[in-house]
């Protein structure tokens, strides 16, 4: 954990990965929108990285150790952003795990596992946030994957979760009712990511069709800022060359 407590008027919003990848580039991004953020990661180097980024932008940062496959620690987790900052805006669940098995090689282990991280966990941080979003009138953005659209092969348990993650944004808006409570899908394709590369070498799958970071997040920044409300409640996919503006 790093960081004294911050001016209680600026919006903070709980991001999930921010250690790399999709969850490092909302970060930054969002710092540089006036944004206060909650950097939640496994690894303690990448967070601190991505603070070190970003504290130059916005010196009100916050590093916690969070892993998303152990569900009953996000209300400590809700509580200690709440104690640090006073108020949480923006929950953004960008962490996910994708492992890669045949059909008959899935069993209940790797179920359930890619289930906790990519669905489990997400869900019951919102719900342990809620009711300071329905308090705030605010915002869920859920990145979800194409494969919850058009599957990939070998990825059964990560297609499924993100499924899940689909239903929650679904979720949220029939019961945030008259509350203002905003909530949205991404649906990108492939990211050029540490994940991705662990995945996927260059020679197989080419930078230059993959999506960037900084897209996806400048999505996210769009949705939390309304310039995407006619999406609200709804998947998105995002593919690359694709106009996003609809």
């Known amino acids: 954990m790093s960081g004294g407590r911050s001016n209680i008027e600026a919006r903070v919003a709980i991001i999930t990965g921010a250690g790399s990848g999709v969850g490092r580039a909302t970060a930054i991004l969002l710092a540089r929108a006036g944004w206060?953020?909650?950097?939640?990661?496994?690894?303690?180097?990448?967070?601190?990285?991505?603070?070190?980024?970003?504290?130059?932008?916005?010196?009100?940062?916050?590093?916690?150790?969070?892993?998303?496959?152990?569900?009953?620690?996000?209300?400590?987790?809700?509580?200690?952003?709440?104690?640090?900052?006073?108020?949480?805006?923006?929950?953004?669940?960008?962490?996910?795990?994708a492992p890669q098995a045949l059909i008959a090689d899935t069993d209940a282990t790797l179920m359930r596992s890619t289930l906790d991280q990519n669905l489990v966990g997400p869900t019951i941080l919102v719900a342990a946030a809620w009711p300071e979003l329905l308090q705030r009138s605010g915002v869920v953005v859920n990145v979800s994957s194409m494969s919850s659209i058009d599957p990939y092969h070998h990825f059964t348990a990560y297609a499924a979760s993100k499924s899940g993650l689909d239903s929650l944004t679904r979720s949220i808006m029939a019961e945030s009712a008259d509350s203002g409570v905003r909530a949205f899908t991404l649906n990108p394709g492939a990211v050029e990511t540490p994940l991705l590369r662990s995945l996927v070498d260059e020679t197989t799958f080419p930078t230059e069709l993959a999506l960037t970071p900084e897209a996806v997040a400048k999505e996210i920044l769009d949705c939390i800022e309304g310039s995407r409300d006619h999406r609200m409640g709804r998947s998105f996919p995002m593919l690359v060359n694709d106009d996003q503006s609809d």
């Open 36 to 97: 206060h953020c909650a950097l939640l990661g496994r690894t303690e180097s990448k967070r601190a990285a991505t603070a070190l980024e970003i504290d130059s932008s916005s010196p009100a940062s916050l590093t916690i150790e969070c892993d998303l496959g152990r569900a009953d620690e996000m209300p400590r987790i809700v509580q200690t952003v709440l104690d640090h900052f006073g108020r949480i805006d923006a929950i953004l669940n960008i962490a996910g795990v």
